[in-house]
Structure formats: C-alpha cells, structure tokens
C-alpha cells in the first residue's frame, strides 16, 4: 500500500465522486469551509493506493498543534468522517491506514463514524455511542409526506396559509439576515440557562459558505422562510451523491406560531426529491429530546453514529504539561502585578 501524505485536490474530489457512501462531510469543500473559517488550522488529509489500484481519502484536520504533535479531526467540526474509497477496501486495509493517521505526531484523533457504510472498529479508539436520523426519501412527494406526523402535515399547511415562503438564497447580504436570526436563536438558549457548550459559530464561516455556495450551487443550499419579505427562518443543507443532510437552522422565536421549521424542512425534502436524492438527513441531535422527537416525526428512523477517539500517553503528558505551565504562568503574571 503506497500512503500519500500530501493529497492532491484532484485525486481526493475523483475518489469523493466515485466512492457510493461519500458524504458531503468526505469531499474538500468541507475542508475547505473549515479551513477558511479557522485560518489556524491545518490540512492533514492523508491518501492512499492499495496495490488493487483502489483509491482511498482519509479527510483529516489539524485543529490544534503542540511543538510538532498535533490534535486531528475527521472530519471537521466532528462531522462524518473515516475513508473514502474508488472501490473495495478490506478491514486489514483500513487498520493500515488508521495506523497510518495515528502515528507519532498524533496526540489525538476524533472521528464520527459515517452512517452510510459499514466501517471497522479503528484499532486502539475508544468508542461513544450516539445516532443521527434519516429519512428514506420515496420517488413521489406525496408518499413521504403521508409518512410525516398528523401534526407536522396539519402545521405545514397552517404555515402556508399564514404566508411562510420559503426560497434558497446565496447573495452575502442574505446569509448575513440568516446569521442574524441565528444570533436570536444563541440568545434565546442563553435565557434558559443552558451552557451553549459549542454551539456557536462565527460569522467567518457563513461568509466563506455563501463564498462557496457560489461557486458549487449544487452542494450548499442555504434555505429561507420569509413572511412578507421578512427572514424568520433558515437551514443550511449539503449535497452529496444521493445523500442530502441538514446541517445548521435558525428561527425568530418571534414567529413559532408560523411553524417555519415546519414548512422549510418539507419544502427542503420536496425539492431532493424532485433531484432525485435517496436520504435525507437530519444529523445527530445532541441527544436533546425535543429535537430528536421534531426529526422523528418527519418519518425519520434512527441510525447508529460512534465517536471514535484515539489518545495515547503522549497526549495525556502533553495536556498535563501545558496545564501545569499555564497555571504557573497565571501565578507568575498575578505575583508580577502584586
């Protein structure tokens, strides 16, 4: 097996195309959003050709770097991650290439598993469970849309009549009223006493996705709900293959009663229909309930996701050392100021 370190944009986009179970999270413009949302972090993708000629991708990011080791992800944000491959990929060939990802310069390696394909235990990882949930989109709209709750069909149909419209957006201007209303929604979960815990994301990301959206129309979407013109709701959704998955939306508390969420989610769902998608996903919840249960009765089922985290000794002295110095240097600029 020849592993290539430096993976070339054009061989990683050929095996992104050809791999049936890539995702969206699996091809370079996820790298890329990340990359250019965080000017700190690091490209550590790595590659492979087995002696079949198969073509493999593992997407890594470097987050964070201590002297020359480093914290990975795969992918970004702690979306789908693990391999990619042009054709068959055996279970000694992956542990190949993870062994390859984990060596002496990896503190650390987070990966979420990908729910489209089967993939191996990453040898030395230790394992978290958690689900992400997946709608089964059939050939009509009709059909899945008799699989949505009696609830979420009779709120859809009261949105409409309150005059919710919904449209895809690309211009800067609008994903700034976008990033806006989501500024409403970070507030309203800061009034409920809840730590945000790593929810919130800078305004860089959303100008390097309308960038983006631009340019690829067909893989970011950034959909709106407007009521006489005025933005109250949004979802961003990536395109892949056949699999479609909702990634990041937002509401005016203001216009609940408008059932936005509601109406763009079915809209949204309509329209990968009609492009012929097969999956819709609506991504892991945060194992919030009442999120978990709006995803569900649109006919979703729940899929298994692990996250997988490999951490040897180094990364545990490596933490303990940088604690241990940060905490001196705290004492030592209060001692200075005293």
Same mark, same amino acid.
């Given at each position: 097996? /020849? ?13 992104? #195309? ?36 198969? !073509?493999?991708? %593992? ?5 964070? !770097? ?15 991650? *693990? ?26 390696? /987070? ?18 469970? @958690? ?25 859809? #149909? ?13 211009? %800067? ?19 409920? @006493? ?19 959206? /631009? ?15 005025? %933005?109250?709701? *949004? ?13 990041? *939306? ?14 763009? /989610? ?8 009609? #492009? ?63």
């Amino acid at each position: 097996m /020849q592993i290539i370190t430096k993976v070339d944009p054009a061989f990683w986009w050929a095996v992104a #195309r050809a791999c049936p179970y890539a995702t969206f999270f699996h091809t370079p413009l996820w790298q890329d959003l990340a990359l250019g949302t965080f000017p700190d972090y690091r490209d550590a993708t790595i590659g492979a050709v087995l002696p079949s000629g198969v !073509r493999v991708v %593992l997407p890594l990011l470097s987050v964070r !770097r201590f002297g020359p080791w480093h914290d990975l992800h795969s992918s970004a944000a702690l979306c789908y991650g *693990g391999p990619i491959a042009d054709g068959p990929l055996t279970d000694a060939e992956q542990r190949q290439i993870y062994r390859a990802a984990c060596r002496w310069r990896t503190l650390r390696l /987070q990966l979420t598993s990908n729910p489209l394909t089967n993939g191996i235990d990453p040898p030395g990882f230790s394992a978290q469970a @958690d689900y992400t949930h997946i709608l089964r989109l059939e050939a009509d709209f009709a059909t899945t849309f008799g699989g949505f709750s009696k609830n979420h069909q009779t709120h859809y #149909r009261r949105g409409l009549r309150k005059g919710v419209q919904v449209r895809v957006v690309s211009s %800067l201007e609008a994903y700034r009223s976008y990033y806006q209303v989501y500024q409403d929604t970070l507030r309203r979960w800061q009034t409920q @006493d809840k730590p945000l815990a790593g929810w919130e994301e800078p305004w860089r990301r959303f100008a390097v996705g309308a960038s983006l959206a /631009q340019q690829h129309p067909d893989a970011l979407k950034l959909w709106v709900a407007e009521v006489d013109g005025t %933005l109250i709701a *949004g979802v961003w959704v990536f395109y892949w293959n056949g699999h479609a998955v909702y990634w990041h *939306g937002a509401t005016l508390e203001d216009y609940f009663d408008w059932y936005p969420s509601i109406v763009i /989610q079915t809209e949204v769902i309509r329209d990968a229909i009609a #492009r012929g998608y097969t999956h819709y996903d609506f991504n892991p919840s945060g194992n919030l309930a009442g999120v978990t249960e709006f995803k569900r009765r649109f006919g979703a089922e729940q899929h298994p996701v692990i996250r997988w985290t490999y951490g040897d000794a180094k990364f545990r002295l490596v933490r303990s050392t940088r604690e241990r110095l940060n905490t001196a240097l705290g004492r030592s600029s209060v001692a200075r100021s005293t």
